[in-house]
């Protein structure tokens, strides 16, 4: 009844949510701690939810299917313009809309080994075969050589960059984006993921991305971004794709209609005008990531410096499933990544209190379980 492809796919396991973490450890909600899947720990924008709460009325009725304002707000942000945006439940829906508009024909997707898990799922689902770099994360010079390598063999649809990536936090710099774009065929559609674009752009101007920069040399690159992260609306599912006028009105051919809600729309449009509020989460993100680099330090933890919000931990020590799972049952969510065949887990950094907890925890985890 089903497509064989489905029998490769394995169901994406989302950060766990706190209602399950209260219903299967009986802990209140309000000592849950978050911190597993990237979220911003600032919530929104006050003005976002003043709005909804202004807005709660249009609940019955369907978004402006143009989303003119929201798309206008973005192209002003980008210096773009409007046609060269489309925007997504979550830019997940956007990298579902590459994969479903491309031409698949005798090609494979490349993408790094360690990486955003949906870029794997959103392929198989178009049928497409996926190669992947050595490495766990992005290196230059090895999607270089794969590219040429699968090159003889088969077209490449498509190239996953994470910039930074997610689970890892590495991120390549944008000259080197630009080297790997000018070395591959007009046919290969780069793709840009920017989901942690705001946290890495402050930190180091080397790795902040212009999207106007890329789509005006460039036909065959999207940059995506999202408000789930830097904007604090995760639960509202918004996400946008900036390229050319050619490669959007493609993927506008496989956009449903009514994609975003008129509240979400509403929401990013509010959000992305509270730049200050951003920013302040990015600023107090960088003083916090701090205490977790000097935390891993003093406790012989390994990480990779992250560019994202949030930093991937492993310890030869410690087994990381075991960890946080005895982390749940004391109410803190982190993200294992055994999933991605990895001893090691992720944590989103929170507020400074819920990180104090977390390090007060891991090191009782240590002083009891070694
Ligand atoms: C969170 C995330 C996204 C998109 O999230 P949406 O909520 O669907 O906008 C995309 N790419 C990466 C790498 C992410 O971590």
Known sequence: ?????????????????????????????EDVIKLGSNENPYGASPLVIESLQNNAYKASLYPDDSMYELKDALA????????????????????????????????????????FAMYEVYAKLAGVEISKTQSDGHILEEF???????????NISAIFLCVPNNPLGECLDSNAIEKLIKAVDKETLVIVDGAYQEFAAYKDKRK???????????????????????????????????????????????????????????SAFVALRDQAFMRQCVEKNAIEMARYEAFAHKMGFTFIPSYGNFITFSHKEIESTHLCEWLLQKGVIVRNLRSYGLNAFRITIGKTEQNTRVFELIEQYLQTHR
């Not at 990298?95 to 005798?106: G, R, T």
């Open 1 to 29: 009844m089903f497509k064989n492809t489905l029998e490769q796919i394995v169901t994406y396991e989302a950060g766990k949510p706190i209602e399950l973490v209260m219903r299967e450890y009986g802990i209140k909600q």
């Open 76 to 115: 002003l942000h980008f210096n773009v313009t409007p046609k060269q945006i489309i925007i997504g439940a979550g830019s997940d829906q956007i990298i579902e809309f590459c994969m479903q508009a491309l031409n698949h024909h005798n090609a494979q997707v490349l993408m790094a080994k360690t990486t």
């Open 144 to 154: 270089l050589e794969l590219y040429q390598k699968v090159k003889s063999q088969k």
């Open 208 to 266: 902040a991305i212009n999207p106007q920069y890329f789509i005006e040399q460039f036909d065959n690159v999207i940059y995506l971004g999202t408000f789930s992260k830097a904007y604090g609306l995760g639960g509202m599912r918004v996400g946008y794709g900036v390229a050319s006028e050619r490669i959007i009105s493609m993927l506008y051919k496989v956009r449903p209609p009514f994609n975003v809600t008129t509240l979400s729309l509403q």
